[in-house]
């Protein structure tokens, strides 16, 4: 069984602190994908990374993908409020067609 | 932008009753949709994969006879929780990728709440 693994599983830090989170795989994904989810609601897609090494930002998000494309991270700087949710990280592994397969998720909560 | 969209949002139904969750692309034709399953404070975990007009493709681990799907049209998508128990309660999210851009991400419902009391 092909496993995302993302650390940390939760993260509570204050308003203006920067934080990363991490998705991790033994496998090598063809696409690599972040999302954010709100409660309640569907997941909503961040980013989509393709080659090996490639950096995507975002306003406050960065993203980057693992040279081997086996890992991703996700940093954002200057944490608000607003980005509290639940960060999840999700992957096609190379030869499962398009199925998508979700990390373990991070819980992230920003206070003022 | 492409939407999916899923019906109900919420469902309580009491135990041993069916319940059936509806998933529509509402702007694009989508020959495989996919259902996932998420508990609270975990992540989504794939149950099965959905094939417009043959049979779905479960999981490893997930019953066939307990969550059947149908795949009626290039539009719509049901899974039907047959029987269904607590422990089958759980918040129910479909997606779907438009047929004519297969490098194009998946768009999500916004879920299935459902309890089972």
């Known amino acids: 069984t092909q496993l995302l693994e993302q650390s940390p599983q939760f993260l509570s830090i204050q308003e203006g602190e920067n934080l990363t989170v991490y998705c991790n795989s033994s496998?090598?994904?063809?696409?690599l994908q972040w999302y954010r989810q709100e409660p309640g609601e569907g997941p909503v897609l961040l980013v989509t990374v393709v080659t090996g090494g490639e950096v995507k930002k975002l306003k406050r998000l960065t993203f980057q993908f693992g040279d081997a494309r086996k890992d991703s991270s996700l940093h954002i700087t200057a944490a608000q409020p607003g980005d509290t949710g639940l960060y999840l990280c999700?992957?096609?592994?190379?030869?499962?067609?398009?199925?998508?397969?979700f990390g373990t998720g991070t819980r992230l909560q920003v206070t003022l | 932008g492409a939407v999916v969209s899923q019906h109900p949002s919420r469902v309580i139904c009491k135990s041993g009753t069916s319940v059936k969750i509806e998933c529509r692309s509402l702007?694009?034709?989508?020959?495989?949709m996919f259902w996932y399953r998420q508990f609270p404070k975990q992540s989504l975990m794939l149950m099965a994969t959905s094939n417009e007009g043959s049979k779905a493709t479960y999981e490893q681990g997930v019953e066939k006879d307990k969550f059947l799907i149908n795949h009626a049209s290039l539009t719509l998508s049901t899974l039907t929780v047959t029987s269904a128990h607590p422990e089958d309660s759980s918040f129910y999210i479909c997606?779907?990728?438009?047929?004519?851009?297969?490098?194009?991400?998946?768009?999500f419902g916004n879920g299935t709440r459902l309890t089972v009391t």
């Open positions: 999700a992957g096609v592994w190379a030869g499962t067609a398009s199925k998508l397969t």
């Open positions: 702007d694009f034709q989508a020959t495989t």
């Open positions: 997606s779907a990728r438009p047929d004519r851009g297969l490098s194009s991400p998946l768009h």
């Open positions: 496998s090598v994904f063809s696409s």
